[in-house]
């Protein structure tokens, strides 16, 4: 990398103060595009960026839970973020990069001379490209959070299992702590102890999963601190960026609590509909047992999350002058309720939505999903999705006629009733979107629900032929098969007669309006409805 020219020192020595003012300086960069140099900081990572890029060195300052004191300590954390953020796919990431002090005193990107300083050289994006700044100005639309979901699912599966195990023992001394620390911040509060009581509690509900979890490798080196404002868009997609790059113990954590923290800031962000259409797509793609099975401790995972935020925002107003300390205690107050919330989570249920194709099943079931048991919401089980699963072929791929014979049809409902299973016994509900014309497939729904001693719902959508037909043939990217000669079949077909347990709904209206009799209906559970013009 050629230079422009040198930044004579400000003062004798080897000064980071001196660094700081070269990467400041305009003049110091080779493309004639820099005309300005803007800084961000942080209290362990200053960043500037120049023109199309970006430099960022690490603060030479020890802190208990990171040291940068030394410039190979500085040259270490450098290789490793770079190192890290590629392996999670990250295009952000140029390489490492010495600054050097010439013969004739001044700095210089690379070359002959002592080296003084590292720098992770980095692509520059808009700051207006961050999520966080992106769920403010528009929301986080289901494309997005489906594209997210993919993000994080690759850079889990490319995440390198941990060889040392060591039980739920760090996550526990974590609690501890943050626990202690808060105790003796500014926001001392009645919900302290409570909180304390509850993470013990969550752990010994979810020990067992988690070590099982642990010891068949979904406790890998993830990204760490993955929030919103550690994620941008570049070229149409969500890059990863910024993974703890200090310590190996804290990134080296169970996927699902990594994917939490990204669950939690959305929900903080006012984006529940999106932290499910995340967590949903997640699950969809890992096709894991053991992660619908370690959904007992996401609501310990969630409190985590937002205690530790709670903790560094106590812990910053303490440090801050008078003008802005309120500031940062408020955001540790709404912290500190968002994780006892997760820990004062509702019942779990089931839900079960069914109706011919073109009713609209699966569109109501994911609007009325965020908003059903535990954050950020119900799990969505489709048939439609098992059968593309258990075909092996992807979402949007066309299966033939054999895969909905009868045989076929009752492996999907079986194993659609298998996972929902999991995931009630987690704790967590359930939506179950099928067709459910067969009162087997209502029964053994309610069953299920039964068996785990939760709540039972279903609906039952009906519209007439004309409107089933101009919707199937209007879908688009859809993981239906069904086609018209599949609707005038169902309409042909006699669902039986429906149980007090179900509620049918007019579905011939307006989307809008279906799911406002669909949110009428679960609050006015036990009501009995006539089925009969279904």
């Known amino acids: 990398m050629a230079l422009i020219r040198s930044v004579q020192p400000t003062a004798a020595g080897n000064t980071q103060s001196e660094v700081i003012g070269f990467l400041a300086d305009a003049g110091s960069y080779a493309s004639s595009v820099v005309k300005r ?37 500085r040259h270490a954390a450098c290789l490793r973020e770079v190192e890290i953020n590629r392996r999670f796919g990250s295009a952000l990431y140029l390489g490492c990069v010495p600054i050097v002090r010439l013969p004739t005193g001044g700095l210089a990107f690379g070359g002959e001379g002592d080296i003084v300083e590292w720098a992770v050289h980095m692509r ?3 700051q207006s490209a961050l999520l966080s700044v ?9 494309e997005l959070a489906r594209a997210l979901a993919e993000v994080v699912h690759g850079a889990h599966q490319r995440a390198e299992p941990t060889t040392s195990w060591r039980g739920t023992a760090p996550l526990r001394d974590l609690a501890t702590s943050i626990a202690t620390s808060l105790c003796k911040s500014q926001i001392a509060s009645p919900e302290l102890a409570w909180l304390s009581a509850e993470l013990s509690d969550a752990f010994e509900r979810s020990a067992a999963t988690l070590n099982e979890r642990g010891e068949k490798g979904f406790v890998r080196r993830c990204h760490g601190d993955l929030h919103l404002a550690n994620i941008v868009l570049w070229q149409g997609r969500p890059a990863l960026y910024d993974a703890i790059e200090f310590d190996e113990t804290i990134a080296t954590i169970d996927t699902l609590y990594d994917l939490a923290f990204l669950l939690m800031d959305l929900d903080r962000h006012d984006q529940r509909p999106a932290a499910n259409v995340v967590l949903n797509h997640y699950l969809w793609l890992s096709a894991e047992t053991l992660d619908l099975r370690g959904l007992i401790a996401l609501p310990l995972f969630l409190a985590l999350r937002a205690a530790v935020r709670a903790m560094v925002a106590a812990d910053r107003a303490g440090q801050a002058p008078s003008e802005v300390r309120e500031r940062y205690l408020e955001t540790a107050r709404a912290y500190l309720a968002r994780s006892v919330d997760a820990l004062k989570k509702p019942a779990s249920l089931v839900l079960a939505i069914g109706g011919l194709s073109g009713t609209g099943k699966t569109t109501v079931a994911a609007n009325l999903a965020p908003w059903l048991g535990p954050a950020p919401g119900a799990i969505h089980l489709r048939t439609d999705l098992e059968r593309k699963r258990l075909a092996g072929i992807g979402e949007f791929e066309r299966l033939p006629p054999g ?8 492996r999907v409902y079986e194993t659609l009733s298998e996972k929902a299973g999991l995931v ?3 704790g967590q509900a359930v939506i179950v979107d099928a067709v459910f014309a067969d009162p ?27 409107t089933l037909l101009q919707r199937v043939l209007a879908r ?25 347990e179900w509620t049918c709904l007019d579905a ?10 669909a949110r009428l209906a679960l609050r006015l559970e036990g009501k009995a409805h006539d089925c009969s013009q279904s």
Request: glycine share 10%; no cysteine.
């Open 37 to 73: 140099v803007d800084r961000f900081e942080t209290h362990a990572n200053l960043v500037f960026l120049a023109g199309r890029e970006a430099w960022k060195i690490k603060r030479a300052v020890r802190f208990d839970y990171l040291d940068f004191s030394t410039l190979e300590q």
């Open 124 to 126: 520059r994006f808009d």
């Open 134 to 142: 992106v769920a403010g100005r528009a929301g986080i639309s289901n």
């Open 403 to 410: 895969a909905y014979a009868a045989r076929a049809r009752r």
């Open 424 to 426: 009630v016994r987690a």
């Open 440 to 466: 087997d497939a209502r029964q053994s729904v309610e069953a299920l629900a039964r068996a785990a001693g939760v709540p039972f719902h279903g609906l039952w959508l009906h519209a007439d032929q004309e």
């Open 476 to 500: 688009r990217n859809d993981a239906s098969d069904a086609s018209p000669a599949v609707v005038r079949a169902q309409v042909g077909g006699d669902p039986g007669e429906f149980t007090g």
């Open 508 to 517: 011939g209206g307006t989307l809008a309006q279906t799911i406002a009799r």
